[in-house]
């Protein structure tokens, strides 16, 4: 895993001015892509009751975006090596903005599924191609590690800033605007991106299997339909099977053919480096997390203290305040700390982050601040690694494939976080509410239609209140169990990655 020392003190061929400035410009790609994935956290409020939306239309809303991504991720990474980075960083963002016109002025909730599904095709050309031109422009290791590091940090602050974004623009324009501005900054990145990205590379050689593509589609969306499912109370024994067949046949499918196939979709035995492994592991549990604990807190604090949507997005905030400074450390030091700190430590620092939260909730907003900080603390730093863990252990010629692998471990744990957790929010309430004689049928549906509900009292409401209170403490026990569980997981994986071991095989960019 050492590297040749002349190899990797080599410079890209790119001028310093450059590829920084590649840099912001394939950051705010990012930054959108991420932004997208959260800001409805607080709009989904206005969104369900200005479009007449139901709880599951509601959900399919903020779903359709990560899921159709996930899918589509590991194809645009393989074309993105056969045709090259840049055509389809560019044309990502072109179908993006195209996407967010229609998303704005979409008049039923069926129709901003749709643009939901539109923007993530953008989405899932872009992302890819974000971190595979990191992986071209920046040669010299150490330099690319900070810039990768720079890159994660993006990822969590895009998530974290979602809520808040969306917040202050519902405060003064309607719900259109937070697709609407999405618009100026594609333009820019567009002008920004054809003068800097470096010239398109594409490797013919390299081949996008459209069949792969589907198979892993199927696979997804069984699973998420899998998962929504198998959490409610009135499930269907058909959707279940059917949901169950789709998820374990077409990923065995998949599977077997990407074992035959000579250029396949995914390289299956590079989850034998355990650095790599390990990093597709940490972006999951944390955007896991981190999905969870936004979605479940904006609701909690609109719904039952009154918060505004821009008062929760703020709130949340803390979470981005705290990853900051450790996403920016750890990749500035990660070749003295090592991987193994970084990311088991790091996941460990967030479960505690996490159930510290969940405390604090009942003890003030300080309490409850410095749980979010904490939690923002461990997650920067695990998430700004395992980019470089997953990047820099692979060949550049496979960059796109690894990058696609990373973005699938990222939207997929904000996938299932909304598919599971928004899941149980419902389902615990209705298990625990205990309304009073004469209450509404609708109180026990949900704390959004408790709300709305003609004739609840002060004493439904009380019982629609304490039943939510039971989901929101579900909610953050799972966040912070998934991420004990991966701190464990990811410090055996890395035992051999502690001070001072090298975190790439690939660090000479060959």
């Known amino acids: 895993m050492t590297m040749s020392p002349t190899l990797g003190a080599r410079t890209s061929p790119l001028s310093t001015r450059r590829r920084w400035t590649l840099l912001v410009t394939v950051?705010?790609?990012?930054?959108?892509?991420?932004?997208?994935?959260?800001?409805?956290?607080t709009a989904l409020p206005t969104l369900t009751r200005e479009l007449d939306a139901s709880w599951t239309e509601s959900l399919w809303i903020i779903n359709a975006y990560p899921?159709?991504?996930?899918?589509?991720?590991?194809?645009?990474?393989?074309?993105?090596?056969?045709?090259?980075?840049?055509?389809?960083?560019?044309?990502?963002?072109?179908?993006?903005?195209?996407?967010?016109?229609?998303?704005?002025?979409?008049?039923?909730?069926?129709?901003?599924?749709?643009?939901?599904?539109?923007?993530?095709?953008?989405?899932?050309?872009?992302?890819?191609?974000?971190?595979?031109?990191?992986?071209?422009?920046?040669?010299?290791?150490?330099?690319?590690?900070?810039?990768?590091?720079?890159?994660?940090?993006?990822?969590?602050?895009?998530?974290?800033?979602?809520?808040?974004?969306?917040?202050?623009?519902?405060?003064?324009?309607?719900?259109?605007?937070?697709?609407?501005?999405?618009?100026?900054?594609?333009?820019?990145?567009?002008?920004?991106?054809?003068?800097?990205?470096?010239?398109?590379?594409?490797?013919?050689?390299?081949?996008?299997?459209?069949?792969?593509?589907v198979q892993a589609l199927v696979t997804l969306v069984g699973l998420v339909v899998l998962i929504k499912e198998v959490v409610k109370i009135d499930r269907s024994g058909t959707v279940l099977l059917g949901a169950a067949l789709a998820t374990v046949l077409g990923w065995w499918f998949f599977v077997r053919r990407q074992r035959r196939l000579p250029f396949p979709l995914l390289d299956l035995s590079i989850f034998r480096n355990a650095a790599f492994a390990s990093g597709v592991l940490a972006a999951a549990f944390a955007m896991f997390a981190m999905g969870g604990l936004q979605l479940a807190t904006t609701q909690r604090f609109q719904l039952v203290v009154g918060f505004t949507p821009l008062e929760s997005g703020l709130l949340v905030a803390a979470v981005a305040i705290g990853s900051l400074p450790s996403s920016i450390l750890g990749g500035a030091f990660l070749h003295v700390v090592g991987l193994r700190l970084l990311i088991g430590g790091g996941l460990g620092v967030g479960a505690v982050g996490v159930a510290w939260t969940l405390v604090g909730v009942q003890h003030g907003m300080g309490w409850l601040l410095g749980g979010l900080f904490v939690t923002g603390l461990g997650l920067g730093s695990a998430m700004s690694v395992a980019s470089t863990a997953i990047i820099g252990n692979v060949p550049a010629r496979r960059a796109g494939m690894a990058s696609s692998v990373e973005e699938v471990s990222y939207e997929f744990g904000s996938l299932a976080a909304v598919a599971l957790l928004g899941s149980l929010l419902t389902t615990v309430y209705?298990?625990?509410?205990?309304?009073?004689?004469?209450a509404p049928a609708e109180v026990s549906r949900s704390l959004t239609d408790a709300l709305a509900a003609p004739g609840s009292g002060p004493e439904v409401l009380d019982a629609a209140i304490t039943a939510f209170g039971n989901s929101y403490s579900?909610?953050?026990?799972?966040?912070?169990?998934?991420?004990?569980?991966?701190?464990?997981?990811?410090?055996?994986?890395?035992?051999?990655?502690?001070?001072?071991?090298?975190?790439?095989?690939?660090?000479?960019g060959h």
């Open 27 to 41: 950051g705010t790609g990012l930054l959108l892509i991420t932004l997208d994935n959260s800001i409805l956290y």
């Open 67 to 213: 899921l159709v991504m996930t899918g589509l991720l590991l194809g645009a990474g393989t074309l993105g090596d056969r045709f090259g980075h840049r055509l389809m960083f560019l044309s990502g963002l072109v179908v993006f903005g195209l996407a967010s016109l229609m998303a704005a002025t979409a008049p039923t909730p069926e129709v901003l599924i749709a643009a939901r599904g539109l923007l993530a095709v953008g989405a899932a050309a872009m992302m890819p191609a974000t971190l595979a031109l990191i992986r071209v422009a920046f040669v010299n290791e150490r330099e690319r590690n900070i810039a990768i590091s720079v890159w994660g940090s993006l990822s969590v602050v895009g998530g974290a800033l979602g809520p808040i974004v969306g917040g202050a623009l519902l405060e003064r324009f309607a719900w259109g605007s937070i697709f609407l501005i999405n618009v100026p900054v594609v333009l820019l990145a567009l002008i920004v991106g054809v003068a800097v990205a470096p010239e398109n590379e594409p490797h013919p050689g390299t081949r996008w299997d459209f069949i792969s593509s």
């Open 430 to 438: 209705t298990l625990t509410i205990r309304p009073p004689d004469g």
């Open 474 to 508: 579900v909610v953050m026990v799972v966040c912070a169990g998934v991420l004990a569980i991966g701190a464990i997981v990811t410090t055996v994986l890395l035992r051999a990655y502690g001070p001072g071991s090298a975190s790439s095989a690939y660090g000479s």
